[in-house]
């Protein structure tokens, strides 16, 4: 076995590589295992519980105290992942799981973060690998015009994008750079007194990214959403939150509007928002997480419009765009003020290509030095399934979520609890169907100023509140599906997410069935 | 083919899986081929130039417009890749980088990677997926054992450590808690008097964090570091300005030591720097990103020494510990600390387990909220190479590199700048080697005060840089070896990194006479 050298000299592969934790043919050997492994474990992936059902500790038990002296075969590694990783796991690709939002994987997700962690380049700036910042540059733009995003957005505008791990970074860099902005107008002292503002239901990424940006604990504002506006955040209530904030000698800076809010998949007027944020010079971030993928398919494009108002956007690839974790693409119109507040320049990466001002250097776009090549994975997908298959992947998911939608709707014990707009279903046992034959002592009472119809809504309301939750834990430790809930105005509600990659519409018939069977048990056992 | 799924129904596959992104048959077959695409890149890597030779731009004049409407086939796009990203990679996993440092990788680190792709789980807390957990909990404790890190900084104490992306991330957070832990003392809005502080050889990240967390722009510190000390932090000169920055009202809150810096491998004494911080109260952060790595073998585990009286420890597992980009360790001694200033605990994460208080909730120590399943590779790594050879690893590096210096000792046209301490030599062509006949006008001229010996050896260190420079750029445009630079007390050296995977002896050997040739071309050139 020999090849050539770049310079023509001939290179003995079985001298060079002996003992090498990278040796070719051993990699070759052990990759393919992998594969298989992992190809079974797909055609295995539904015969799990879905919600791994170890009690805490587990693991500590089953493993040794410390690293082992010598080598282990990679086959004795594997069947520890087999007997006491995978009983660990909490299935998030099996077709059973309906819960938070997906993380969807593909064969061309899974493909292009193989190759990644194989070329194993760390392209923080253009010279240390030109493809992985110039493919990068070149898929933000792809998946922006499928978004229709407005040319500002795009590199072929004047704006651009960034593929970063989470939506989290993506909330504190932009965060940052509208933070910088500002302070560089009003004074970099004027740090406490800067307010930053999303709805109630916005994601905790938000408040957290206040957090660490150095806001003022007293100035992250939650404004308050309501069943009216299908908890959707409000023009008017932003509007005269950020008046009292004025009055109070405080400086509004930034706004996170939401496309599918975590607990409802609600959608914040972003045209609106947009308006009531430019009035005051505010950045309008749009975290479209989950929903952005959706917004391919052309019949769901409507709910971004007023996009064009904002400063930036984003979503998660990793959701519902099949490109495995992690991967949030984040466009901005303006990447000189990310550049500004978050670019370093130390003597060591200093290179004549930056210093020709033709490139971009991503590292100047995002919280860390370091950067996986995540275009590849992105890439693979966008040319394996093309528009038209991705498009119709969002719809089938959309389908069967309203299939589920519909089946609720038949059994009257049940409700919708808000109207669904993408492929999230938000139900629950209705109060009635308990026969609130007995009561029980609600968690919210009533104080002496209540009448006494409020007193009896919000003790059905709390111990309905009891018994859906207790039917989710119900249906959860089965093991046969997983989902979780949310609480909006004081209702709790069990979120059906339509999303896994393998999902068909049997898994959601037979979901629903599950639902029905254990929401019989358990309001004869609450009747009794 | 059929199995049975979780309460023993039969699953027929073949009607499940048809036109699926997950299909496991077409997973099989592509995952096969994709395995044998990058072993044979192993096999070839050398013949490539390892510093991309690409121009900017050159990417877009190659690819379509715009997303491709259908599917393409999987061969098509990894014909893609061979002709034109394999051409704009800079080659980290070449034997011939000798670049920043190294981003190993390893087939057990590769394997691990492939399995946390495949899984896709989400272990943003304890139940999303336990195994994720608790495997973390494990490795950092397995780790911290072979790096002798005192008990308290293991969860088999009382503190723990965590699996983040990188550095820049392990900074930004110990920051963000030793910010909260002060200013819940001295009030909130008491940040703008926080001073962080490093030497003018700390990595980038740590200005680059405060900037993040809100430290006031004038009261970030990189004290000057001198040749007398080889470029570490001295624990005199931080105490002086520490002085300082009292007398003007301000308060010190954190330090970054490193332990083996990026431009030459320096190594601050943690001892006496984390007795000067504790007088004050200060968090001390070590950063060991790279040169940690090493400290598993006994003897360099003094570089460590001291590190008892940090509050936190990181270093990057990607770097030199074969687990490929990404993978920081970090470990910290309370982590209630990070968990006060990082958690969130929206209602849609409420869980039994979480409320149990018996569980690690990873979310809670870290920025972002989803996190990849990275302990697997970091465990198949430990597994599959154990103590022994991870430790022969490490020293036939730091062997590799006394070669190398060695070799440039005995030419009497070079000096080694700095001492080394791991597997980095820092060199240069010395002024004296370049004849002097015609000194170039430096850039930093001499001013009046000047006595004419300190203008001549300026000028000569000036023409020195430069051609020092001009000798870098003529060894990475010839395509094979990469290296990279730093200029340390105005000496603009060339750094050589022996870390990478496949690297042998040969090539060590290979690149210093490519070194001496390139300088001889130089040399002759310059003294005509």
Not at 3 to 25: A, K, M, R, V, Y
Not at 33 to 38: A, H
Not at 124 to 137: C, D, K, V, Y
């Amino acid at each position: 076995m020999a090849t050539l050298n770049f310079d023509g000299h001939e290179i003995n592969h079985s001298s060079i590589f002996n003992n090498n934790p990278l040796d070719p043919e051993e990699f070759r050997r052990q990759g393919h295992m992998m594969i298989d492994f992992l190809a079974d474990y797909f055609l295995d992936v539904e015969k799990y519980p879905v919600r791994s059902q170890v009690a805490p500790g587990y693991l500590r038990q089953r493993l040794p105290e410390s690293t082992p002296y010598n080598p282990e075969p990679i086959e004795t590694i594997l069947q520890d992942v087999q007997e006491h990783i995978i009983p660990g796991l909490t299935h998030w690709q099996s077709p059973n799981f309906f819960a938070y939002f997906q993380c969807t994987s593909s064969t061309a997700g899974f493909l292009g973060e193989m190759l990644s962690a194989g070329f194993n380049v760390v392209g923080f700036n253009w010279i240390a690998s030109p493809a992985a910042t110039e493919l990068e540059t070149i898929v933000v733009d792809w998946l922006g015009e499928m978004l229709m995003l407005p040319k500002s957005f795009l590199f072929s505008g004047n704006g651009g994008g960034v593929l970063q791990g989470t939506t989290c970074e993506a909330i504190l860099c932009t965060l940052a750079a509208a933070r910088d902005q500002m302070l560089s107008k009003i004074g970099t002292d004027n740090i406490k007194k800067l307010v930053v503002y999303g709805s109630d239901q916005t994601h905790s990424a938000l408040q957290k990214a206040a957090k660490i940006a150095g806001i003022h604990p007293k100035n992250f504002r939650a404004v308050r959403t309501t069943k009216s506006t299908s908890f959707a955040l409000s023009p008017d209530s932003l509007q005269s939150q950020i008046r009292k904030d004025i009055e109070a000698g405080l400086v509004p800076l930034f706004l996170c509007a939401t496309v599918g809010t975590t607990s409802t998949s609600a959608v914040d007027p972003l045209g609106s928002l947009c308006q009531v944020a430019k009035d005051y010079g505010m950045w309008v971030h749009v975290d479209a997480a989950y929903a952005g993928s959706a917004c391919i398919c052309p019949e769901f494009r409507h709910f971004m419009d007023g996009v064009e108002g904002a400063n930036s956007f984003s979503l998660n690839a990793h959701k519902w765009f099949l490109t495995t974790l992690d991967c949030c693409c984040l466009w901005v119109k303006d990447p000189s003020a990310l550049i500004k507040s978050l670019s370093t320049n130390p003597e060591f990466l200093r290179n004549k290509a930056t210093e020709s001002r033709q490139v971009v250097d991503y590292k100047d776009w995002q919280i860390t030095l370091s950067r996986r090549f995540r275009a590849l994975k992105l890439w693979f997908v966008l040319r394996s399934y093309g528009v038209a298959n991705l498009r119709k992947f969002m719809r089938s998911h959309v389908e069967m979520a309203k299939l589920f939608e519909g089946l609720v709707a038949m059994d009257k014990r049940f409700e919708i609890v808000v109207p669904r707009n993408f492929a999230m279903v938000c139900f629950r046992v209705l109060p009635k169907a308990m026969g609130m034959r007995k009561p029980k002592q609600s968690h919210q009472n009533g104080n002496a100023e209540n009448g006494h119809y409020k007193v009896v809504v919000e003790k059905e309301e709390g111990s309905s509140n009891e018994v859906n939750e207790k039917l989710l834990e119900s249906i959860n430790m089965s093991g046969r599906v997983f989902m979780t809930h949310a609480v909006v105005g004081n209702v709790y509600a069990i979120r059906f997410a339509v999303g896994a990659t393998l999902v068909e519409e049997r898994h959601v018939i037979m979901a629903w069935k599950l639902v029905q069977e254990h929401a019989t048990a358990i309001l004869s056992t609450n009747s009794q």
